[in-house]
């Protein structure tokens, strides 16, 4: 008999280690740091899970998410239904979109704005007349969320492995080999493949930075090959990527057709999601006599929309997008000496608040965890060793030293 302690079932967890050793419980936040239950306090590497943009412990968010709260909750967003702060919240990510004029359609959170793109991209070809475009491309080490199309897409076999085939029509390609791209659309016809997504960074694979050139080259083969081109951003979104940008395909010009979102939406004060959907792709259903029927109970949730306003308000006002290219230079100058440990065989670093220092022996990443832990750091580690670093925009210069200096400790 397997004994279980405790009710909760973790997500991405051996829970038999998880029962056996107990849960690392966290119980509030400050800026960039965390306490755990007793009252210990780590610097936060990796932000959460990407998401906390501005920061933990901010007040005005939580205070803009009650008001809200008091007034109204949420109310269907289904046929002509809307919150006034949801529609407001609309407008203002439209004004921020990569390409003018995009739509905003909402989710509750990355997975959830993965398959709204994927089911639109499909729909969008059927819309105009070319049903036969079915076929959805992701690349190897991508993560795409854990939805039925997000597990197909993704590049990461262990975390489809076990499952059969949940959705037909799903390739992927090399990861960093735009050439792949190419052969594939050439191998099976432009004429079926619908979408290519896109990760501007690998994220849960391994923290990988795209090629010099790869982007520009990618997004140049969907033209080409009339394919639509999904930015995945739901890592990347709302500053993360630095260059004074709000998204990667702001800064790298890729004009995309979709675009996820989530996590740095409302930096993670409560669940959220959007994907953004460029002119030529609304037009069809914007037609009229056209119903897609596709939608969630909790998209554009206005208490969610609350949030997502004060934290835009929150980074513009602190001017956090320029603090993010800041965390650019810092994160290399402290991080790129810890390539010289015997446990490191690289450090990944040089765009936006993303970096990532690779364990020369993959299977020892859980053990660096721990010892992380012990010299008062939280992280994770992602796709074959590699420990994931992803600050909140307001960690500080001299913070980022000492995250990189307890980090060699740990691994030394």
């Known amino acids: 008999m397997v004994t279980m302690a405790g009710s909760l079932w973790h997500g991405f967890a051996d829970m038999?280690?998880?029962?056996?050793?107990?849960?690392?419980?966290?119980?509030?936040?400050?800026?960039?740091?965390?306490?755990?239950?007793?009252g210990n306090s780590y610097l936060d590497a990796t932000a959460g899970l990407w998401f906390t943009n501005v920061g933990h412990g901010r007040t005005e968010i939580a205070d803009a998410v009650g008001a809200q709260l008091s007034t109204l909750a949420h109310y269907s967003g289904f046929g002509d239904l809307t919150a006034d702060v949801t529609d407001a919240l609309a407008d203002r990510l439209a004004a921020l979109a990569p390409v003018p004029g995009s739509k905003i359609f909402f989710t509750s959170g990355g997975s959830d704005s993965v398959d709204t793109a994927a089911k639109l991209a499909r729909r969008y070809w059927t819309?105009?007349?070319?049903?036969?475009?079915?076929?959805?491309?992701?690349?190897?080490?991508?993560?795409?969320?854990?939805?039925?199309?997000?597990?197909?897409?993704?590049?990461?076999?262990?975390?489809?492995?076990?499952?059969?085939?949940?959705?037909?029509?799903a390739e992927s390609v090399g990861w960093d080999d735009a050439k792949s791209l190419l052969g594939l659309i050439e191998r099976v016809g432009a004429d079926r493949v619908a979408a290519f997504f896109c990760e501007p960074i690998i994220g849960?694979?391994?923290?990988?930075?795209?090629?010099?050139?790869?982007?520009?080259?990618?997004?140049?083969?969907?033209?080409?090959?009339d394919v639509l081109f999904v930015a995945d951003e739901v890592v990347t979104g709302f500053g993360r990527i630095g260059g004074d940008s709000w998204f990667a395909s702001s800064r790298f010009d890729l004009q995309p057709d979709l675009m996820t979102t989530a996590k740095g939406l409302t930096s993670g004060y409560?669940?959220?999601?959007?994907?953004?959907?460029?002119?030529?792709?609304?037009?069809?259903?914007?037609?009229?006599?056209?119903?897609?029927?596709?939608?969630?109970?909790?998209?554009?949730?206005a208490g969610a929309a609350a949030a997502a306003m004060a934290n835009l308000d929150i980074i513009e006002r602190e001017g956090l997008l320029a603090e993010a290219t800041r965390?650019?230079?810092?994160?290399?100058?402290?991080?790129?000496?810890?390539?010289?440990?015997?446990?490191?065989?690289?450090?990944?670093?040089?765009?936006?608040?993303?970096?990532?220092v690779q364990l020369a022996d993959p299977a020892r990443a859980q053990d660096a965890v721990a010892a992380m832990r012990r010299h008062g750091v939280s992280g994770r580690a992602a796709g074959q060793g590699a420990l994931q670093i992803s600050p909140a925009f307001v960690m500080s210069t001299a913070e980022v030293g000492d995250l990189a200096s307890r980090i060699g400790d740990a691994l030394s």
Not at 24 to 38: H, K, L, N, P
Not at 216 to 221: G, K, N, P, T
Not at 286 to 291: E, K, L, Q, S
């Open 16 to 38: 038999g280690s998880v029962s056996t050793n107990g849960p690392f419980v966290v119980t509030r936040g400050e800026g960039s740091r965390i306490w755990d239950a007793q």
């Open 127 to 169: 819309e105009v007349g070319k049903p036969e475009k079915t076929l959805l491309v992701g690349r190897t080490k991508a993560y795409h969320g854990m939805h039925v199309a997000g597990t197909s897409l993704a590049g990461i076999p262990a975390n489809h492995d076990g499952y059969g085939q949940l959705m037909p029509d």
């Open 204 to 225: 849960a694979g391994g923290v990988y930075l795209p090629p010099d050139g790869y982007l520009a080259e990618v997004r140049q083969i969907c033209r080409d090959h």
């Open 270 to 301: 409560v669940p959220m999601g959007a994907v953004f959907i460029a002119p030529r792709i609304a037009e069809p259903f914007y037609a009229g006599g056209v119903w897609w029927r596709h939608g969630y109970t909790y998209g554009g949730h």
């Open 327 to 356: 965390l650019e230079t810092d994160l290399a100058t402290a991080l790129r000496p810890l390539a010289d440990l015997d446990a490191v065989s690289e450090v990944r670093t040089g765009l936006g608040a993303v970096s990532a």
